[in-house]
């Protein structure tokens, strides 16, 4: 991020938008104060009410791109409670502040709610509440309702309205699914190479569809299926996941979709084989599971390096995947762990590099990329192993126009060859464009 002007009235606003990797979350985490100065190379002058960031903490407020960086806390009041203990409110005031940004953000399951227990998109949400409960006078939004289902991004639309109606506090929000917020602020602002291009009144975003062209697919049969899987955490009264019943063919891609805590996560975490249902059974055909131990049918029993071959995984929070200090290395590793010659392996990984706009990052360590960078790398690990079952938790997740487009066709490609594909998503327009079965989740 590099030639940033950029003014912001008290009471204004902003919607910032940009390419992936722009530097929106870098802008967002230096105006919240809290970026290591010995990480990276600060230039120019940043201020937020005339302070230098760090020393203006006390009146920002912060929602990062990952939930899971800001839980502090195992019961989800507590955790909406931390900021306001730590700035010394008296205990009847904390708590019902408490109880009206969970109100707010719509989290159905009050304080005694364990965190560990949320989806990532109820995580957003408990987060939100934190940084509401304390009346913050600069409110940064990184990708608010990205995990959101519709009604949920909805609502938390409405309730950063209802917050900052009084305009006695400012608001920065980043998102790439700008139309919804076009309502509700004052100006729009692209974060571009070398500076900011501000938008005129009235500026609607192109469609991300627009001009999209991909190969069919041919129909096959069933590779991997459920068969009443569930799963219940122990001691929880409430399944995470009821049975559910799930067929995924060869050239064909099943949407799942839902509300934020219906098991969408939990279903993709048994169909790839990474966890045991509690209740019902995961089970390969024959034909994906030839060549494992005694050709063993069930997924979550074959090892890593029969597993990697055959399906291919995308975890909700890209980073707990990524393995290697190097993107070259994470992208060579699926196919070296296959079988492949290390010179075929590097030359998989150059591919895929080129294609989801990654190159010019090969060298770097995956830890330091954008929130939608290491979404598309995330991607890109599971199609290095080119395998014949895809399982991807919301994988456009972070995506300008044009990376979105690239993911998309990449994993029509994948269909169109006879890999069978799940997705798990909110985005509405993956499913339309993609999705030729789909799954909504109660």
Same mark, same amino acid.
């Given at each position: 991020?590099?030639?940033?002007?950029?003014?912001?009235?008290?009471?204004?606003?902003?919607?910032?938008?940009?390419?992936?990797?722009?530097?929106?979350?870098?802008?967002?985490?230096?105006?919240?104060?809290?970026?290591?100065?010995?990480?990276?190379?600060?230039?120019?002058?940043?201020?937020?009410?005339?302070?230098?960031?760090?020393?203006?903490?006390?009146?920002?407020?912060?929602?990062?791109?990952?939930?899971?960086?800001?839980?502090?806390?195992?019961? @989800?009041?507590?955790?909406?409670?931390?900021?306001?203990?730590?700035?010394?409110?008296?205990?009847?005031?904390?708590?019902?502040?408490?109880?009206?940004?969970? @109100?707010?953000?719509?989290?159905?399951?009050?304080?005694?709610?364990?965190?560990?227990?949320?989806?990532?998109?109820?995580?957003?949400?408990?987060?939100?509440?934190?940084?509401?409960?304390?009346?913050?006078?600069?409110?940064?939004?990184?990708?608010?309702? @990205?995990?959101?289902?519709?009604?949920?991004?909805?609502?938390?639309?409405?309730? =950063?309205?209802?917050?900052?109606?009084?305009?006695?506090?400012?608001?920065?929000?980043?998102?790439?699914?700008?139309?919804?917020?076009?309502?509700? =602020?004052?100006? =729009?602002?692209?974060?571009?190479?070398?500076?900011?291009?501000?938008?005129?009144?009235?500026?609607?975003?192109?469609?991300?569809? @627009?001009?999209?062209?991909?190969?069919?697919?041919?129909?096959?049969?069933?590779?991997?299926?459920?068969?009443?899987?569930?799963?219940?955490?122990?001691?929880?009264?409430?399944?995470?996941?009821?049975?559910?019943?799930?067929?995924?063919?060869?050239?064909?891609?099943?949407?799942?979709?839902?509300?934020?805590?219906?098991?969408?996560?939990?279903?993709?975490?048994?169909?790839?084989?990474?966890?045991?249902?509690?209740?019902?059974?995961?089970?390969?055909?024959?034909?994906?599971?030839?060549?494992?131990?005694?050709?063993?049918?069930?997924?979550?029993?074959?090892?890593?390096?029969?597993?990697?071959?055959?399906?291919?995984?995308?975890? /909700?929070?890209?980073?707990? /995947?990524?393995?290697?200090?190097?993107?070259?290395?994470?992208?060579?590793?699926?196919?070296?762990?296959?079988?492949?010659?290390?010179?075929?392996?590097?030359?998989?990984?150059?591919?895929?590099?080129?294609?989801?706009?990654?190159?010019?990052?090969?060298?770097?360590?995956?830890?330091?990329?954008?929130?939608? /960078?290491?979404?598309?790398?995330?991607?890109?690990?599971?199609?290095?192993?080119?395998?014949?079952?895809?399982?991807?938790?919301?994988?456009?997740?972070? /995506?300008?126009?044009?990376?979105?487009?690239?993911?998309?066709?990449?994993?029509?490609?994948?269909?169109?060859?006879?890999?069978?594909?799940?997705?798990?998503?909110?985005?509405?327009?993956?499913?339309?464009?993609?999705?030729?079965?789909?799954?909504?989740?109660?």
């Amino acid at each position: 991020m590099t030639g940033v002007d950029l003014t912001v009235e008290p009471g204004e606003r902003v919607l910032l938008t940009g390419p992936s990797g722009a530097g929106k979350s870098t802008l967002l985490a230096a105006l919240a104060g809290i970026l290591d100065p010995e990480g990276a190379e600060l230039t120019g002058e940043l201020t937020v009410d005339g302070l230098a960031p760090p020393a203006a903490r006390g009146l920002v407020g912060l929602l990062a791109q990952d939930p899971d960086s800001q839980l502090v806390m195992t019961r @989800a009041g507590d955790d909406v409670a931390f900021g306001l203990e730590n700035a010394g409110l008296p205990p009847g005031e904390i708590w019902a502040r408490v109880d009206d940004a969970l @109100a707010a953000v719509g989290f159905r399951y009050g304080r005694e709610r364990p965190t560990q227990a949320l989806s990532g998109g109820e995580k957003q949400r408990l987060v939100l509440a934190g940084v509401l409960a304390r009346r913050p006078g600069l409110l940064l939004l990184d990708e608010p309702t @990205a995990q959101l289902d519709g009604p949920g991004a909805a609502l938390v639309r409405d309730t =950063v309205a209802r917050a900052t109606a009084g305009r006695l506090a400012t608001v920065l929000v980043v998102d790439h699914d700008a139309g919804p917020w076009l309502p509700l =602020v004052d100006r =729009v602002v692209e974060l571009a190479p070398g500076g900011v291009v501000e938008h005129r009144p009235g500026w609607r975003p192109a469609s991300r569809t @627009a001009g999209l062209r991909l190969p069919p697919a041919p129909d096959g049969p069933v590779l991997l299926g459920t068969r009443a899987a569930g799963f219940s955490y122990r001691g929880s009264p409430v399944p995470a996941l009821a049975p559910t019943d799930v067929a995924l063919s060869a050239g064909r891609a099943l949407a799942v979709t839902g509300p934020n805590g219906t098991g969408k996560s939990t279903l993709a975490l048994l169909l790839a084989g990474l966890r045991a249902p509690t209740t019902g059974r995961v089970e390969a055909a024959p034909a994906l599971a030839a060549g494992t131990r005694r050709d063993i049918r069930e997924p979550v029993r074959w090892r890593a390096g029969e597993l990697v071959g055959r399906i291919g995984t995308v975890f /909700q929070n890209p980073e707990q /995947q990524f393995l290697t200090g190097r993107l070259r290395d994470e992208l060579a590793l699926g196919p070296l762990r296959s079988g492949s010659h290390a010179t075929a392996a590097r030359a998989t990984a150059d591919v895929l590099l080129e294609r989801l706009g990654l190159t010019g990052f090969a060298e770097a360590n995956p830890y330091t990329l954008s929130g939608g /960078q290491q979404r598309r790398l995330s991607v890109a690990t599971a199609l290095a192993t080119s395998p014949r079952v895809l399982v991807l938790d919301e994988p456009t997740f972070g /995506q300008d126009a044009e990376t979105w487009r690239e993911l998309v066709t990449l994993l029509a490609e994948q269909r169109a060859q006879g890999c069978a594909v799940a997705v798990v998503t909110h985005d509405t327009d993956l499913v339309d464009v993609l999705a030729d079965d789909r799954l909504a989740l109660a």
